[in-house]
């Protein structure tokens, strides 16, 4: 079991940059792939990012790729979430979530435990 605890969200204007964390509890961190969602009102929960065990693979949503950077540190049981050039369609909450499946790692469903999520606003 893993819980996990979303931070570093807020309010910055188009064009500027935040970095999310994600801390998660528990000795099995390092066992976990993570990803990251959001969810913009009105809206269906979106992929934007993932990570593997190592931190050696990532793969992003088309929407986020060259703005966005996820990395993860084991050492610290954190994931992070680097977010440039923010745009108004980036307002969201941003989610972390863990998963052991291996496929379709896209998908919200495949992943197990969730963090309670942060808000990020972006003004134009």
């Known amino acids: 079991q893993v819980q996990l605890v979303e931070s570093g969200g807020g309010l910055v204007q188009a064009g500027g940059s935040l970095r999310l964390s994600c801390e998660a509890s528990g000795r099995t961190f390092r066992d976990y792939r993570m990803g990251w969602f959001r969810q913009g009102p009105g809206k269906e929960r979106e992929f934007v990012a993932r990570?593997?065990?190592?931190?050696?693979?990532?793969f992003y949503a088309d929407s986020v790729r060259g703005r966005f950077t996820i990395s993860r540190d084991n050492a610290k049981n954190t994931v992070y979430l680097q977010m440039n050039s923010l745009k108004p369609e980036d307002t969201a909450v941003y989610y972390c979530?863990?998963?052991?499946?291996?496929?379709?790692?896209?998908?919200?469903?495949?992943?197990?435990?969730w963090g309670q999520g942060t808000q990020v606003t972006v003004s134009s």
């Open positions: 990570i593997s065990r190592s931190g050696g693979s990532t």
């Open positions: 979530a863990a998963t052991n499946s291996i496929e379709d790692l896209q998908r919200p469903y495949k992943y197990d435990h």
